[in-house]
Nanobody, 124 residues
Framework: QVQLVESGGGLVQTGGSLRLSCKAS????????IGWLRQAPGKEREFVAG????????SYGDSVKGRFTISRDTAKGTSYLQMNALKPEDTAVYYC?????????????????WGQGTQVTVSS
């Protein structure tokens, strides 16, 4: 089973930046994708961004396009989410996860387990 550890969250003002990290372990990542989803209070978990381990193909949720950038280090099993121009509506717990395809990352119902997440709070 893959283990996931997210870090890098915190409190930031509107317009600020944060960089999240996710360490995935438990297998060799030579295929599939890793991505980030987030859950705000009272809302369903939603897709934020994903990237394939091989090739580095990316996909973003509409609300973060142009502001967030996902990257990965395949050798380290690590993904990063650079978040710029943060808004109060970005406030959420951010989770990373892995799946066999970039498309399957988009639905939170496609996962059996999650890491502990990292809290991002954007003050207005």
């Amino acid at each position: 089973q893959v283990q996931l550890v997210e870090s890098g969250g915190g409190l930031v003002q509107t317009g600020g930046s944060l960089r999240l990290s996710c360490k995935a372990s438990g297998r060799t990542f030579t295929s599939g994708a890793i991505g980030w989803l987030r859950q705000a209070p009272g809302k369903e978990r939603e897709f934020v961004a994903g990237i394939t381990w091989t090739g580095g193909y990316t996909s973003y949720g509409d609300s973060v396009k142009g502001r967030f950038t996902i990257s990965r280090d395949t050798a380290k099993g690590t993904s990063y989410l650079q978040m710029n121009a943060l808004k109060p509506e970005d406030t959420a717990v951010y989770y990373c996860n892995v799946h066999s395809t970039l498309g399957r990352l988009r639905s939170p119902h496609n996962f059996l387990s999650w890491g502990q997440g990292t809290q991002v709070t954007v003050s207005s």
